[in-house]
Structures are given as C-alpha cells and as structure tokens.
C-alpha cells in the first residue's frame, strides 16, 4: 500500500509520493517523491521530518501559525521533500491531511477506512476518509493538551470486501503551540528571614507551571522581580524561583516587612507572562539593648510592710514587643545587703517594679540608695551597640509609721501544776514598741481566754491565775492550755499586738489507785479455778499512773497466811487462796500504790466471795446464792442505809411545812400592804376565764420592786394550768430567778414568754380555746358597744368611786368635778 501526501499550499497539486518499505534506511532520510529531490518542493522544515518505519505514515500539525519562534525561510531554501507546519484552521478548511494508495488493485477498484481515536473512538468524528480516493481529512481543531497524538489504522478492501494487504499504521502528532500562560501555583509566597542575614541567605521559593508542551520553549519558564519597593535587597533565580538576600542591611526596626512583585515567562523569558506577589517578614534579633528613661529614680516606703510596690522604672527597647528581645529582666546591684528589695517586670508595658519583701525599719535606717541593671532574657547579639543606660540609680526614702508592740517572744511557753491557787504567777508576757523616737505607753489586755483562769496586769503584763484550773477542763488539748494576750501603745490611731501564751499543766500524783471492781468470786480451793483477776484505775496521767503495785494490806497479818497475791501486768494482779477457805464473804483488805512522785497509796476493801468449784473451776449452782448474797453489803451498812431514809424524809416533811407555813404569813403581810396601793394591778382571768368574780389579782410590784418581793421570801409559786389543756400533760414549771433590777425585766418577761410557748401542757397560740361561764350578777353591767356612741360626753363615771380605792383615780380624771 502506498501513502501519498497532498500540498496544502497554493502550490500545483504534488505528484504521489510511495512511502518506502525499506527498514535499513537512515533515520535523518526525508520523504521523496517518486519524480526525485528536484521536483519536490519544500513543505515541512527539518526539525518535523520524519522516516517512515513499520509502514507508519506521521504527521505533523500546528494550530496558530503566527505564535513561532522565528517566521519561516523561503520554500526554496528548505530541503527536498520537506514540509512546513500547517495552521490547523487552514487543514480544517482545505480538508485534506492525507492519502492513502494501494498497489494491488486500481484507483476506483479499493475500498479505504480507517479506525481508532478521532474516528470511531472518543473524541469520535475528528478525521475521516473518503473510501474511494484513500484521502483523509480533518474534520474538527486540534488541542494538544487534551490530545497530544493519533494512532489509527488504515484497511484496503476490494469491493467483494476481501482484504487486499495488511492493515498499516497511521500515527498523528499534533505539534505544540505556544498558546497557554504560565500560572503561579498560588498568588501570594511568603518567606521569613532573620534581620541582618548576610548575602546569599534563602528567604523562599515561587514556582509556577505552564500547560503547553515541556519539552518545547513554550513552556521554558524565567522567573524575575519587577518591583521591590526600595533597595535591591532579595534576587530570585530565574531557573529554580529561589528568593535569597544579596545586600546586608536588613533592620526590622526600619523596615519590618517587604513586598516583592514577581513575573513568570515562558518562550525562555520571550513569551507569556503571569505576575504574583511575595511577602517577606523580617524576624526579630536583639540586637537593641534595653536602656533606662532616666540616670536616677526617687521613690518613698512605708516601713513595717511588706508585699507592697513602691515604684516603677520606664525602660526602652526597640525590638519586638512582646518577645524574649524585648523582655527587660531587672538586677539590683548594690544598696541592698539585707534582700529586702526585689525588681519584677511588668508583662504588659516591660516596666520594672520595685516592691518591698522584707519590712522596712525607719529607726534603724531612712534611706536605701540602690544601683539598677536592665538587660533582656534573650542574650544581646555580639554585634549590637551597648546601651547608654543600662545602669540607674534608686533612692528609696523611708516613712516613719505608728509600728504595732512587738512581743519579746511570741508564742511564749510556760508551765504551771495543776490545782495552782489563785493567785500563782505564771508568767510576764510584756512587747516592746518599735518606735523609739515616739514616747509611748503599752497597755495589757486578755483577747482570749475561754475558762476566765488567767488575769493579766494591765501595765506589765504579768500573768497569774485567778481561780484554780478543772483537771477535766475542755480547753485543756494533750495538757495544753491556750490563751491570747493583747498589748497595745497610745498613738493615735493605737496599734495593737497579739501574743499566743502557751500554758502546760503539769501533771501532779494527787490521786491515789482505786480497785475496779472492789469485788469478785474465787474458787474455795487453790487448784481450782484461775483465781480472782483484780485492776486498777487512776485520774492521774502518766507518769503518775500505771504501773501499779497491789500488795495485801500488812496491818492484817493473817491475809499473807491465807492468801497470796501475784502481779499479772502494769494494772492487773491476781488473788489467790493458798489453802482451802471456807465458802462465803470474805472481806480482805489490799494496799495500792501508783508510780507517781511521790507516790500515792490507799488501802481499800476487797469483798471476795468463795464458792465451791467444779472441774472447769466455775462455781456449781449451789453457791450461786452465795455468791449472790454475799454481794458486799452487811448488815450494819444495811440499817445504816434504812435510818438514812427515814432521816431524809423527816427532813422533807419538816420543810414542806415551814414552807407553807410562810406561804401564809407572806400572804396575809401582801394584802396587807397593798390595801392602800393604788396603782392599777393585772388581773389573772385564765384566758378570759373567771369574770370580774375573779379578784386574783398579779401584783405590778413584781415587776417594778423585785428585789422588795424576794426579801419577803415568798415563792412565786405554779400558774394554774388552762383550761383547755389535755389533762395530764402539766410540765414541771422551772424556777426563775426574779429581776435584780428595773433594767432586767424585759429579759424577765420575755423569757418567760419563751417558756410559754415552748410548754407542750397546752395548744398552740392559735388553736380555738374554751372559756368558762363567767357568771351572772355582776354590778358593772353589760359593757357598752363601741358603735353605740360616737363620743363619751354622756357618760357618768361617778360610779367609778363606788369600785373601791383602784379606780378613784380614774373618777377624778372622767368625772365631775
């Protein structure tokens, strides 16, 4: 088969030109024609031949003829059988890319197709061929970027449809144009660079792509920087993009950021351009020292504080704020021995604040000259200038204040035995006040002391005890004894000091052991039974306790041959017989002796019942009632005991009769005295009870004489109960003491109210009450309604005279004169 190529120039149509089927030919041979070199006029340049192997015919195809590097030369000057590109619009127009010829058969006797992409596969209908002639044509524009070459087959059948030769291959390469930009890969690069880098220093990189072929200048990209907005401070690559520094110089003191225009060519810099922008920051080095405001500061402290501010110092620094190489660190260097200064900075405007730790003392010293250093956290580059004013100088004056007393020694600790009588010193808790240029006067005082023991001399300070201590006090904590103690000068406004005064009792042995029990049962014989166990207890505490030392008392020699006595441990010891003892009570007698100094004995009665024993050392069932009955009560203590009742109820019997013996002579001697009295009484009605037939009357003397009532000595006696109260439930009422003075009667009225309504003998306040009939025959008669008059100008109250002595009062007042 042969493959013929049309001119698509304005040319005379070209003689058909046979495609060799040689495979040893040179690769750099172009296509001739059949007529040779001479006749073949000049269509492709050098650079688009290509040698036809494996029956392959390859095409050429541009799409924008006028985007070439370089116009194209004379045909003449072009080699034989050579081709230039093409516009692909005008392929498209004149419709013919090639044509394809066999030999076996004549023209109009073959029937051509081709398949493969472009034709019957996607993209579907871009070329096409006429079946007859063998022509193929273009039928749509070519994208090289989408579609970059086609690989179709050709097929020459007879018009039976048998195949005449083999299928030959057909590949189109659709040759780039440079017809697409170069595209940053984003709008904005940003870098960072440390200030003052030297020369040559990576800040960042641009990079930018390009759609069209990369192995062709149309996508040969050069990068450059059209503005820099100052000096020439960065350069970038042109091949790689890179961004570096070329100058020394960069100070983001002066210039904190810059912004760099970039450009993006293709054709090797000739071509398409994109533009972009690059941000570059500066980062911050300390290469500012901080520097003081001024050379000195004068500041004033209040003496006897501390955790207070006293001042501020005002540093400069040009770096950044808010980092390392801004942060200004404070160091005192002289003027302060004793560390009662410090220096913190201030986060916020990196000021210095000068605060007092330890509290000052004006009488020992008034000024404080100090010398101050400033530098930052992060250490100063070696090449920055040093600081003018690293150094400054504080004058701290210190104000003279009223200081609180202080105590000599706080708290003080002293002990005391217990029992002390009133009277014993316990210590001197005196202070001192600090102002020793002020004449001043201290004062003592007790702020607390919760058993009221102590008593402290109001003008030294000595501490002695005013009543005697109880042992089992529950202010005493492991033997300890806690009061406070105030000392306070005269200034104005006074100033006061506390002192903790720390007291321990000292435990004294003023108690003797005691048996517990001073009882118990022990078999008859020794080899039965394990004997009595006997304890004892002290009040006292260690060391004045335990261990105790039980001995059988000597005065009775007879106990050492009958029994014996054993120490078990510190408290415990063990009675046993030594020989067979009669059953029954038998009353020994035991000395008891503690470890205190010195130590305390007492001889005490041990009842100790013998009973018959079994094998398992219990007492049978038998003397259970011996042992019962023998319980340590004789007969003596028991008639001791009876003559003791009956002595104690005499006595009751004797007081109740005095008692009302005097409940009516005090009675009789208070009518009596009160006939005359006319100020108002109140009257006992019982809630309402009773009527005006009830003259039991409360006199008001109770309340205004208290102290006269109770020298008659008469009880106040029981309020009778209401009548509404549920039988039974009647409360004992508690005795109360009578006012002692005019000023306590509102605390005696109000607590007796209290009580009232706390007595659960009677309903609340506001359950419904049942009165009595108040009878019937009364002389006042019925009371007047409040409506029936609008005044009391038609009263008479003459008949108020006829009442008695109470009311003349109230007939002078109301009635005529």
Same mark, same amino acid.
């Given at each position: 088969?042969?493959?013929?190529?049309?001119?698509?120039?304005?040319?005379?149509?070209?003689?058909?030109?046979?495609?060799?089927?040689?495979?040893?030919?040179?690769?750099?041979?172009?296509?001739?024609?059949?007529?040779?070199?001479?006749?073949?006029?000049?269509?492709?340049?050098?650079?688009?031949?290509?040698?036809?192997?494996?029956?392959?015919?390859?095409?050429?195809?541009?799409?924008?003829?006028?985007?070439?590097?370089?116009?194209?030369?004379?045909?003449?000057?072009?080699?034989?059988?050579?081709?230039?590109?093409?516009?692909?619009?005008?392929?498209?127009?004149?419709?013919?890319?090639?044509?394809?010829?066999?030999?076996?058969?004549?023209?109009?006797?073959?029937?051509?197709?081709?398949?493969?992409?472009?034709?019957?596969?996607?993209?579907?209908?871009?070329?096409?061929?006429?079946?007859?002639?063998?022509?193929?044509?273009?039928?749509?524009?070519?994208?090289?970027?989408?579609?970059?070459?086609?690989?179709?087959?050709?097929?020459?059948?007879?018009?039976? %449809?048998?195949? !005449?030769?083999?299928?030959?291959?057909?590949? *189109?390469?659709?040759? &780039?144009? /440079? $017809? +697409?930009? =170069?595209? #940053?890969?984003?709008?904005?690069?940003?870098?960072?660079?440390?200030?003052?880098?030297?020369?040559?220093?990576?800040?960042?990189?641009?990079?930018?792509?390009?759609?069209?072929?990369?192995?062709?200048?149309?996508?040969?990209?050069?990068?450059?920087?059209?503005?820099?907005?100052?000096?020439?401070?960065?350069?970038?690559?042109?091949?790689?993009?890179?961004?570096?520094?070329?100058?020394?110089?960069?100070?983001?003191?002066?210039?904190?950021?810059?912004?760099?225009?970039?450009?993006?060519?293709?054709?090797? %810099?000739?071509? !398409?351009?994109?533009?972009?922008?690059?941000? *570059?920051?500066?980062? &911050?080095? /300390? $290469? +500012?020292? =901080?520097? #003081?405001?001024?050379?000195?500061?004068?500041?004033?402290?209040?003496?006897?504080?501390?955790?207070?501010?006293?001042?501020?110092?005002?540093?400069?620094?040009?770096?950044?704020?808010?980092?390392?190489?801004?942060?200004?660190?404070?160091?005192?260097?002289?003027?302060?021995?004793?560390?009662?200064?410090?220096?913190?900075?201030?986060?916020?405007?990196?000021?210095?604040?000068?605060?007092?730790?330890?509290?000052?003392?004006?009488?020992?010293?008034?000024?404080?000259?100090?010398?101050?250093?400033?530098?930052?956290?992060?250490? !100063?580059?070696?090449?920055?200038?040093?600081?003018?004013?690293?150094?400054?100088?504080?004058?701290?004056?210190?104000?003279?204040?009223?200081?609180?007393?202080?105590?000599?020694?706080?708290?003080?600790?002293?002990?005391?035995?217990?029992?002390?009588?009133?009277?014993?010193?316990?210590?001197?808790?005196?202070?001192?006040?600090?102002?020793?240029?002020?004449?001043?006067?201290?004062?003592?005082?007790?702020?607390?002391?919760?058993?009221?023991?102590?008593?402290?001399?109001?003008?030294?300070?000595?501490?002695?005890?005013?009543?005697?201590?109880?042992?089992?006090?529950?202010?005493?904590?492991?033997?300890?004894?806690?009061?406070?103690?105030?000392?306070?000068?005269?200034?104005?406004?006074?100033?006061?000091?506390?002192?903790?005064?720390?007291?321990?009792?000292?435990?004294?042995?003023?108690?003797?052991?005691?048996?517990?029990?001073?009882?118990?049962?022990?078999?008859?014989?020794?080899?039965?039974?394990?004997?009595?166990?006997?304890?004892?207890?002290?009040?006292?505490?260690?060391?004045?306790?335990?261990?105790?030392?039980?001995?059988?008392?000597?005065?009775?020699?007879?106990?050492?041959?009958?029994?014996?006595?054993?120490?078990?441990?510190?408290?415990?010891?063990?009675?046993?017989?030594?020989?067979?003892?009669?059953?029954?009570?038998?009353?020994?007698?035991?000395?008891?002796?503690?470890?205190?100094?010195?130590?305390?004995?007492?001889?005490?009665?041990?009842?100790?019942?013998?009973?018959?024993?079994?094998?398992?050392?219990?007492?049978?069932?038998?003397?259970?009632?011996?042992?019962?009955?023998?319980?340590?009560?004789?007969?003596?203590?028991?008639?001791?005991?009876?003559?003791?009742?009956?002595?104690?109820?005499?006595?009751?019997?004797?007081?109740?009769?005095?008692?009302?013996?005097?409940?009516?002579?005090?009675?009789?001697?208070?009518?009596?005295?009160?006939?005359?009295?006319?100020?108002?009484?109140?009257?006992?009605?019982?809630?309402?009870?009773?009527?005006?037939?009830?003259?039991?009357?409360?006199?008001?003397?109770?309340?205004?004489?208290?102290?006269?009532?109770?020298?008659?000595?008469?009880?106040?006696?029981?309020?009778?109960?209401?009548?509404?109260?549920?039988?039974?439930?009647?409360?004992?009422?508690?005795?109360?003491?009578?006012?002692?003075?005019?000023?306590?009667?509102?605390?005696?009225?109000?607590?007796?109210?209290?009580?009232?309504?706390?007595?659960?003998?009677?309903?609340?306040?506001?359950?419904?009450?049942?009165?009595?009939?108040?009878?019937?025959?009364?002389?006042?008669?019925?009371?007047?309604?409040?409506?029936?008059?609008?005044?009391?100008?038609?009263?008479?109250?003459?008949?108020?005279?006829?009442?008695?002595?109470?009311?003349?009062?109230?007939?002078?007042?109301?009635?005529?004169?």
């Amino acid at each position: 088969m042969r493959e013929n190529v049309r001119s698509l120039s304005d040319r005379p149509p070209l003689p058909h030109l046979t495609w060799s089927p040689a495979f040893g030919s040179a690769p750099d041979t172009c296509c001739h024609s059949a007529a040779g070199p001479a006749q073949a006029p000049p269509l492709l340049p050098p650079h688009t031949c290509y040698h036809s192997l494996a029956r392959t015919l390859v095409l050429s195809l541009t799409r924008v003829l006028s985007q070439q590097k370089a116009p194209l030369p004379p045909p003449d000057t072009l080699p034989a059988a050579c081709y230039r590109p093409m516009d692909a619009a005008l392929l498209l127009a004149l419709g013919l890319l090639a044509q394809i010829k066999s030999d076996k058969q004549q023209l109009g006797s073959v029937i051509y197709s081709i398949q493969g992409p472009g034709v019957d596969e996607e993209p579907r209908g871009v070329f096409s061929i006429d079946k007859f002639t063998g022509k193929v044509s273009l039928n749509a524009m070519l994208d090289r970027e989408k579609t970059d070459r086609f690989r179709l087959r050709a097929f020459a059948l007879d018009l039976g %449809g048998a195949t !005449l030769e083999e299928p030959t291959d057909l590949e *189109i390469v659709v040759v &780039d144009q /440079n $017809d +697409n930009r =170069p595209v #940053f890969r984003q709008e904005v690069f940003t870098g960072r660079v440390l200030e003052g880098a030297v020369p040559g220093t990576y800040v960042t990189r641009a990079e930018a792509t390009d759609a069209d072929d990369p192995e062709t200048d149309n996508a040969a990209l050069r990068y450059s920087i059209l503005e820099q907005g100052g000096p020439q401070l960065f350069s970038i690559d042109p091949l790689t993009g890179e961004i570096r520094t070329v100058q020394v110089g960069l100070d983001r003191e002066v210039v904190a950021v810059y912004n760099l225009t970039l450009q993006v060519a293709d054709m090797s %810099g000739d071509g !398409l351009t994109a533009t972009a922008s690059a941000i *570059i920051t500066l980062e &911050d080095i /300390n $290469d +500012n020292a =901080p520097e #003081f405001t001024g050379d000195q500061f004068f500041m004033e402290a209040a003496e006897a504080v501390s955790g207070v501010d006293v001042g501020r110092l005002e540093v400069e620094d040009r770096d950044l704020p808010g980092s390392p190489n801004w942060a200004a660190r404070f160091t005192i260097l002289e003027g302060d021995p004793d560390g009662q200064f410090t220096i913190r900075t201030d986060p916020r405007t990196n000021e210095g604040v000068l605060s007092v730790v330890k509290p000052l003392d004006y009488e020992s010293r008034e000024w404080y000259d100090l010398k101050v250093a400033v530098q930052n956290e992060a250490p !100063l580059q070696a090449a920055a200038p040093r600081a003018e004013r690293g150094q400054a100088r504080v004058s701290v004056q210190v104000r003279d204040v009223n200081e609180a007393p202080v105590f000599q020694e706080n708290p003080l600790r002293t002990s005391l035995a217990e029992g002390a009588a009133p009277g014993t010193p316990v210590a001197t808790f005196s202070a001192r006040d600090p102002d020793t240029q002020q004449l001043q006067r201290l004062s003592y005082s007790k702020d607390y002391d919760p058993e009221d023991w102590l008593q402290v001399d109001g003008a030294t300070g000595r501490v002695q005890t005013q009543r005697v201590l109880s042992p089992s006090s529950p202010f005493l904590k492991d033997g300890w004894y806690r009061a406070i103690i105030l000392a306070r000068d005269d200034a104005s406004p006074p100033s006061t000091a506390t002192g903790t005064l720390s007291i321990e009792i000292l435990e004294v042995n003023d108690h003797a052991p005691e048996l517990s029990p001073p009882w118990g049962s022990l078999c008859s014989t020794p080899d039965r039974g394990s004997g009595l166990l006997l304890g004892a207890t002290d009040e006292d505490l260690p060391p004045h306790g335990a261990p105790f030392h039980f001995q059988l008392s000597p005065r009775v020699p007879e106990l050492a041959r009958n029994w014996s006595l054993s120490q078990v441990n510190v408290s415990h010891a063990r009675l046993r017989p030594k020989l067979r003892v009669p059953e029954g009570l038998h009353r020994l007698s035991l000395l008891l002796q503690d470890s205190g100094q010195p130590p305390q004995q007492r001889e005490q009665p041990l009842n100790v019942t013998v009973c018959r024993c079994g094998q398992d050392g219990a007492c049978l069932p038998g003397a259970a009632a011996l042992r019962a009955g023998g319980a340590g009560i004789s007969l003596g203590a028991l008639v001791i005991m009876l003559a003791s009742v009956i002595l104690l109820l005499l006595l009751a019997l004797l007081v109740a009769l005095l008692a009302r013996f005097r409940q009516q002579s005090w009675d009789k001697r208070l009518l009596h005295g009160l006939q005359d009295d006319l100020r108002d009484n109140i009257l006992n009605y019982d809630e309402q009870g009773g009527g005006e037939e009830d003259q039991d009357a409360y006199d008001i003397d109770q309340l205004r004489h208290p102290a006269e009532l109770a020298a008659f000595g008469a009880p106040l006696g029981r309020p009778p109960l209401r009548r509404d109260a549920p039988f039974g439930r009647a409360r004992p009422q508690v005795t109360r003491a009578l006012p002692t003075s005019p000023a306590d009667i509102a605390d005696f009225i109000n607590d007796g109210l209290e009580a009232a309504d706390c007595d659960p003998s009677v309903p609340p306040y506001d359950t419904a009450l049942i009165y009595d009939y108040e009878g019937d025959g009364s002389l006042a008669g019925t009371l007047s309604s409040i409506l029936s008059s609008l005044d009391d100008e038609d009263q008479d109250y003459s008949c108020l005279r006829e009442w008695g002595p109470r009311f003349s009062r109230l007939a002078d007042l109301y009635g005529p004169p």
